[in-house]
């Protein structure tokens, strides 16, 4: 329901009425078609918020290529002839469909809901008040967003990177980190955002993809890169894209001479005050809350921090102050796509938490038309080019690419898109597939691997069989490779689209294969994440079986005291371990762990060992991982050496404990990152940062007369983290940066030890007496994790942390259907963000147990009885161990041996078929007449 918005929420969790206002849009949905002439026509120009004001749209308009749905809508303060009627009315003279309603109105909704989700997003930082940056004053300071879409082939130079204010191509950039947050004095923003250093590295580094030899520079207090895979990322663009990176806080902007260069006044690292002159500054904008989002969380009741964020439970991460409604995403707080993600999925399991007991009473399946029987029908394959943007169209001729798929043989037609999965052009294709009477269809666009699911839908839309497809991936394969010739990469997209049409031409229809699904899940792992996967699924009303290597439950969650937000945790995990061992429908089996493992998604077997060595073999049709991870014991430092070097844990014991030695040191110093961000360990440990900030607080607090020292190469407390750091500050912590290449020294000193660190405001070498010196030892993987990994057939990272399926668009799932991963098995992450995890997790997870079957695809191996003579070759290699020896008996009482596919175990990896030499099998989809025309195409000039 679009251009909604909530006006009112009564009721109590599971009974709620919801009021809305629909805003009229002055356009009959059910008319439009979305031509466009409508937009060609109006006069009247605007400012486009889509594009951050760097363009014009007309009062009549789409938001966005991709907008669903994709339907035009009348800006009412814009257009002419609703503020002057009869004035103008343009669009409804030329719109074909007679789809322009000027008499639309404004219409109220009431809608009974049992839970509500608040998913109402942020708004970036209006820098255009704060004058000491100039944004707003001079033309070529610009935002971040704005940046976004000057780089974006659907932007307003169509990817071009222009000055605004002379139109000239940028030689050098700056990027100016903190604007509007980490800022009280100016914005009055005084947390991270989260996401700002990354997507300055991320649009830094797409800028010199786009003008060679661009000279980008990133002024920062803290690189604050702390998410899975994101320090690589960072090093990436620093060693290899060239990405200057400058430790400084750059108080002003100010304009250098006529030409509308811009000059930049600070103090490097060196003391040295500098003068640099720049083509482009942007602003690296912060994340706030809306002012309508306020408006909706007094609407709602639901209770706001103090930095405007809804104010939730670090152990119910998406649960509001408003029983029944919750949250997912920045409204919570800054975050970035993978953990937005993540808590949609996690506030969707909450939601059904409560909402079980009414599964699939409104449920409705989608429907498609009856399959079109192409067998005896003329060969008529279809291809469709994406130009995906710029990510393929800028850097293959995509008018010539199509002009040549149009020559090949069984071509009938070819259409070019700027996205091809967009919704409007999957309507288009359903269309032209129609019309056409296609019976075979190419796309040539990104990797199978995230749209195939997507287009075979559309596919079956049109009334085809969805197995009549295949995808040339120009752009992971080609495009995204070949950036620095155009002519290559243009001749590689019409080979891999020659292929792909060689292929597709000898593609018949495939039958999906339906199995029953056992609607019981494991848990493997009883730490935090496990445990609020395990409770979730049992609240919806799944059986499951946690297992638990150790004699207690908790994991990690044992050694730790307080949240960042000060929630006392063993109480709470007191009260978590209760629920899960008193829920019926949860079987705890402590000191377990898995010893084999086989099946597919809904059958699942796994066999348990328990410690005194019995075995017991579990069906589930799920399972979900959350192992968790162990502590790097360090070997630097003088840890071992020295009795007063301990480890963040360790030191969190003592003053359990309330030791003597913590109870009369006077000096502590803090060392971050020891084992983590190095050349064998290229990631951030995430939690370390406000772990040491919290126990100096303590420290402080307790006597103020203390020496606490925080030795660091970038602070991480992200988000709203930042408080602590604030007040760590002010409570007389003592923070000094170091590099990797100056790291300190612990020595043995005549009256204790001491620590040399490289003090970067003096300039020379400080020497610290240190009664205790605390490491922050990385988080590594857990020691099962290789093990478990290769029972179920799930990958791991370089780092040995379990490897999601995509970073964002499948954050729990594997690769390998039914399978799910969550916590520190996952990556380093601290309790909310485990748990929200772990509810994502169940979420997916409940996608499959709530069905009684589930249909896998047709790409299977299939026995050619003629040719096969059963020697078994297949059955070694099958890594599924879906191919069985069978023995059957002819007409004539001779027994052969043969082979057969259990199809539910197959996964059509194709092993068979590359051992097999009497080609006994093959994979359907991939028959060797398939893979022989393809390489033939391949060579063909």
Same mark, same amino acid.
């Given at each position: 329901?679009?251009?909604?918005?909530?006006?009112?929420?009564?009721?109590?969790?599971?009974?709620?009425?919801?009021?809305?206002?629909?805003?009229?849009?002055?356009?009959?949905?059910?008319?439009?078609?979305?031509?466009?002439?409508?937009?060609?026509?109006?006069?009247?120009?605007?400012?486009?918020?889509?594009?951050?004001?760097?363009?014009?749209?007309?009062?009549?308009?789409?938001?966005?290529? @991709?907008?669903?749905?994709?339907?035009?809508?009348?800006?009412?303060?814009?257009?002419?002839? %609703?503020?002057?009627?009869?004035?103008?009315?343009?669009?409804?003279?030329?719109?074909?469909?007679?789809?322009?309603?000027?008499?639309?109105?404004?219409?109220?909704?009431?809608?009974?809901?049992?839970?509500?989700?608040?998913?109402?997003?942020?708004?970036?930082?209006?820098?255009?008040?704060?004058?000491?940056?100039?944004?707003? /004053?001079?033309?070529?300071?610009?935002? $971040?967003? /704005?940046?976004?879409?000057?780089?974006?082939?659907?932007?307003?130079?169509?990817?071009? %990177?222009?000055?605004?204010?002379?139109?000239?191509?940028?030689?050098?950039?700056?990027?100016?980190?903190? *604007?509007?947050?980490?800022?009280?004095?100016?914005?009055?923003?005084?947390?991270?955002?989260?996401?700002?250093?990354?997507?300055?590295?991320?649009?830094?580094?797409?800028?010199?993809?786009?003008?060679?030899?661009?000279?980008?520079?990133?002024?920062?207090?803290?690189?604050?890169?702390?998410?899975?895979?994101?320090?690589?990322?960072?090093?990436?663009?620093?060693?290899?894209?060239?990405?200057?990176?400058?430790?400084?806080?750059?108080?002003?902007?100010?304009?250098?001479?006529?030409?509308?260069?811009?000059?930049?006044?600070?103090?490097?690292?060196?003391?040295?005050?500098?003068?640099?002159?720049?083509?482009?500054?942007?602003?690296?904008?912060?994340?706030?809350?809306?002012?309508?989002?306020?408006?909706?969380?007094?609407? +709602?009741?639901?209770?706001?921090?103090?930095?405007?964020?809804?104010?939730? $439970?670090?152990?119910?991460?998406?649960?509001?102050?408003?029983?029944?409604?919750?949250?997912?995403?920045?409204?919570?707080?800054?975050?970035?796509?993978?953990?937005?993600?993540?808590?949609?999925?996690?506030?969707?399991?909450?939601?059904?938490?409560? &909402?079980?007991?009414?599964?699939?009473?409104?449920?409705?399946?989608?429907?498609?038309?009856?399959?079109?029987?192409?067998?005896?029908?003329?060969?008529?394959?279809?291809?469709? !080019?994406?130009?995906?943007?710029?990510?393929?169209?800028?850097?293959?001729?995509?008018?010539?690419?199509?002009?040549?798929?149009?020559?090949?043989?069984?071509?009938?037609?070819?259409?070019?898109?700027?996205?091809?999965?967009?919704?409007? +052009?999957?309507?288009?294709?359903?269309?032209?597939?129609?019309?056409?009477?296609?019976?075979?269809?190419?796309?040539?666009?990104?990797?199978?691997?995230?749209? =195939?699911?997507?287009?075979? =839908?559309?596919?079956?839309?049109?009334?085809?069989?969805?197995?009549?497809?295949?995808?040339?991936?120009?752009?992971?394969?080609?495009?995204?490779?070949?950036?620095?010739?155009?002519?290559?990469?243009?001749?590689?997209?019409?080979?891999?689209?020659?292929?792909?049409?060689?292929?597709?031409?000898?593609?018949?229809?495939?039958?999906?294969?339906?199995?029953?699904?056992?609607?019981?899940?494991? !848990?493997?792992?009883?730490?935090?994440?496990?445990?609020?996967?395990?409770?979730?699924?049992?609240?919806?009303?799944?059986?499951?079986?946690?297992?638990?290597?150790?004699?207690?439950?908790?994991?990690?969650?044992?050694?730790?005291?307080?949240?960042?937000?000060?929630?006392?945790?063993?109480?709470?995990?007191?009260?978590?371990?209760?629920?899960?061992?008193?829920?019926?429908?949860?079987?705890?089996?402590?000191?377990?762990?898995?010893?084999?493992?086989?099946?597919?998604?809904?059958?699942?077997?796994?066999?348990?060992?328990?410690?005194?060595?019995?075995?017991?073999?579990? $069906?589930?049709?799920?399972?979900?991982?959350?192992?968790?991870?162990?502590?790097?014991?360090?070997?630097?430092?003088?840890?071992?050496?020295?009795?007063?070097?301990?480890?963040?844990?360790?030191?969190?014991? %003592?003053?359990?404990?309330?030791?003597?030695?913590?109870?009369?040191?006077?000096?502590?110093?803090?060392?971050?990152? !020891?084992?983590?961000?190095?050349?064998?360990?290229?990631?951030?440990?995430?939690?370390?940062?406000?772990?040491?900030?919290?126990?100096?607080?303590?420290?402080?607090?307790?006597?103020?007369?203390?020496?606490?020292?925080?030795?660091?190469?970038?602070?991480?407390?992200?988000?709203?983290?930042?408080? &602590?750091?604030?007040?760590?500050?002010?409570?007389?912590?003592?923070?000094?940066?170091?590099?990797?290449?100056?790291?300190?020294?612990?020595?043995?000193?005549?009256?204790?030890?001491?620590?040399?660190?490289?003090?970067?405001?003096?300039?020379?070498?400080?020497?610290?007496?240190?009664?205790?010196?605390?490491?922050?030892?990385?988080?590594?993987?857990?020691?099962?994790?290789?093990?478990?990994?290769?029972?179920?057939?799930?990958?791991?990272?370089?780092?040995?942390?379990? /490897?999601?399926?995509?970073?964002? &668009?499948?954050?729990?799932?594997?690769?390998?259907?039914?399978?799910?991963?969550?916590?520190?098995?996952?990556?380093?992450?601290?309790?909310?963000?485990?748990?929200?995890?772990?509810?994502?997790?169940?979420?997916?997870?409940?996608?499959?147990?709530?069905?009684?079957?589930?249909?896998?695809?047709?790409?299977?191996?299939?026995?050619?009885?003629?040719?096969?003579?059963?020697?078994?070759?297949?059955?070694?290699?099958?890594?599924?161990?879906?191919?069985?020896?069978?023995?059957?008996?002819?007409?004539?009482?001779?027994?052969?041996?043969?082979?057969?596919?259990?199809?539910?175990?197959?996964?059509?990896?194709?092993?068979?078929?590359? +051992?097999?030499?009497?080609?006994?099998?093959?994979?359907?989809?991939?028959?060797?007449? @398939?893979?022989?025309?393809?390489?033939?195409?391949?060579?063909? *000039?």
């Amino acid at each position: 329901m679009t251009l909604c918005e909530v006006t009112e929420i009564t009721g109590r969790a599971g009974n709620f009425k919801v009021t809305l206002k629909e805003h009229p849009r002055y356009v009959d949905m059910d008319k439009c078609i979305a031509c466009g002439e409508c937009a060609s026509k109006c006069p009247k120009k605007v400012d486009d918020e889509y594009n951050a004001g760097t363009g014009k749209r007309k009062a009549i308009y789409v938001k966005y290529a @991709q907008a669903v749905p994709l339907k035009y809508q009348i800006d009412p303060e814009a257009c002419i002839w %609703l503020n002057k009627p009869g004035r103008c009315g343009a669009c409804a003279k030329v719109c074909p469909a007679g789809a322009i309603n000027f008499d639309d109105t404004e219409k109220i909704h009431e809608i009974d809901v049992g839970s509500v989700i608040l998913a109402p997003g942020f708004e970036c930082f209006d820098p255009s008040g704060t004058e000491v940056f100039g944004y707003g /004053q001079y033309p070529n300071v610009i935002t $971040s967003m /704005q940046l976004e879409r000057y780089l974006s082939a659907s932007g307003p130079t169509e990817g071009h %990177l222009v000055r605004p204010s002379d139109g000239k191509p940028v030689r050098k950039m700056a990027f100016l980190q903190c *604007v509007g947050s980490r800022d009280e004095n100016l914005c009055g923003n005084g947390y991270c955002s989260s996401v700002c250093c990354m997507y300055a590295i991320k649009e830094a580094v797409i800028a010199k993809d786009h003008v060679p030899g661009l000279q980008t520079s990133i002024f920062y207090m803290d690189m604050r890169t702390h998410g899975k895979e994101f320090d690589e990322y960072y090093q990436r663009a620093k060693n290899e894209a060239g990405v200057r990176f400058v430790r400084c806080r750059v108080n002003g902007v100010e304009p250098q001479g006529r030409e509308g260069d811009l000059r930049l006044h600070y103090v490097n690292e060196q003391g040295q005050q500098i003068e640099e002159y720049f083509d482009l500054v942007v602003l690296s904008v912060g994340l706030e809350t809306p002012k309508h989002v306020l408006e909706l969380a007094d609407k +709602t009741g639901v209770r706001l921090t103090h930095h405007n964020f809804a104010a939730v $439970s670090d152990f119910a991460p998406v649960s509001t102050s408003k029983a029944g409604i919750f949250t997912c995403g920045a409204f919570a707080g800054p975050k970035d796509i993978p953990q937005s993600v993540m808590e949609g999925s996690a506030a969707a399991a909450a939601a059904a938490d409560t &909402l079980a007991p009414a599964r699939f009473e409104l449920a409705r399946e989608k429907t498609f038309p009856p399959e079109r029987d192409i067998l005896g029908e003329e060969l008529r394959i279809g291809v469709f !080019v994406c130009h995906c943007g710029s990510n393929i169209a800028g850097y293959v001729d995509v008018e010539d690419l199509a002009e040549y798929a149009a020559t090949l043989p069984g071509v009938v037609h070819v259409e070019r898109n700027l996205f091809t999965c967009s919704q409007d +052009t999957q309507d288009l294709m359903v269309k032209v597939i129609q019309e056409n009477k296609l019976n075979r269809i190419v796309v040539a666009a990104c990797t199978p691997r995230t749209h =195939e699911p997507l287009f075979h =839908e559309t596919i079956r839309a049109a009334g085809l069989n969805e197995y009549l497809f295949e995808m040339a991936n120009i752009r992971n394969q080609n495009s995204w490779v070949h950036t620095g010739d155009k002519t290559a990469a243009t001749q590689k997209a019409k080979d891999l689209t020659r292929m792909a049409v060689a292929k597709v031409t000898w593609q018949g229809p495939l039958e999906n294969v339906a199995v029953p699904i056992t609607q019981r899940a494991l !848990v493997i792992g009883g730490g935090i994440a496990g445990m609020a996967a395990a409770l979730n699924l049992a609240n919806q009303g799944f059986p499951v079986d946690l297992i638990e290597r150790s004699a207690v439950l908790g994991g990690n969650g044992r050694h730790l005291h307080n949240t960042w937000s000060g929630e006392h945790i063993p109480l709470r995990l007191h009260r978590l371990v209760d629920k899960v061992t008193s829920h019926e429908l949860i079987t705890v089996r402590m000191e377990t762990e898995v010893v084999a493992a086989e099946g597919y998604v809904g059958n699942f077997r796994s066999t348990i060992k328990n410690k005194i060595g019995l075995k017991e073999t579990i $069906s589930h049709g799920v399972a979900i991982i959350t192992t968790g991870a162990s502590r790097l014991m360090p070997d630097e430092y003088g840890y071992r050496e020295h009795k007063e070097v301990v480890s963040a844990l360790e030191f969190d014991k %003592l003053c359990e404990i309330n030791d003597i030695h913590v109870r009369n040191s006077n000096s502590f110093v803090f060392i971050q990152c !020891v084992g983590s961000r190095e050349s064998d360990r290229n990631y951030c440990s995430k939690v370390c940062c406000t772990h040491s900030v919290q126990a100096a607080i303590e420290l402080k607090k307790e006597n103020s007369s203390r020496q606490v020292y925080i030795l660091y190469r970038d602070m991480r407390t992200y988000g709203q983290r930042e408080t &602590l750091y604030k007040k760590a500050r002010e409570l007389g912590v003592v923070f000094i940066n170091y590099e990797l290449h100056g790291k300190p020294k612990v020595t043995r000193g005549k009256n204790g030890l001491v620590v040399e660190v490289w003090d970067h405001v003096l300039h020379r070498p400080l020497l610290i007496n240190a009664d205790m010196v605390i490491l922050a030892a990385a988080i590594i993987p857990s020691a099962g994790a290789k093990k478990l990994a290769q029972l179920y057939k799930v990958p791991l990272d370089n780092h040995g942390f379990f /490897q999601e399926s995509h970073a964002k &668009l499948r954050p729990v799932d594997f690769a390998t259907d039914g399978l799910f991963v969550a916590g520190m098995a996952h990556y380093p992450k601290p309790v909310e963000e485990s748990i929200a995890q772990a509810l994502a997790a169940s979420a997916r997870a409940a996608t499959l147990l709530s069905r009684n079957e589930i249909t896998l695809d047709g790409i299977k191996a299939e026995v050619d009885p003629d040719n096969c003579d059963g020697c078994a070759l297949c059955v070694d290699v099958c890594p599924y161990h879906a191919i069985t020896l069978v023995e059957e008996t002819d007409d004539e009482g001779q027994i052969h041996k043969r082979v057969a596919i259990n199809k539910a175990h197959c996964k059509g990896c194709g092993l068979c078929q590359g +051992t097999c030499p009497k080609r006994g099998v093959s994979v359907a989809g991939f028959s060797l007449k @398939q893979l022989e025309s393809q390489l033939e195409a391949a060579l063909a *000039v």
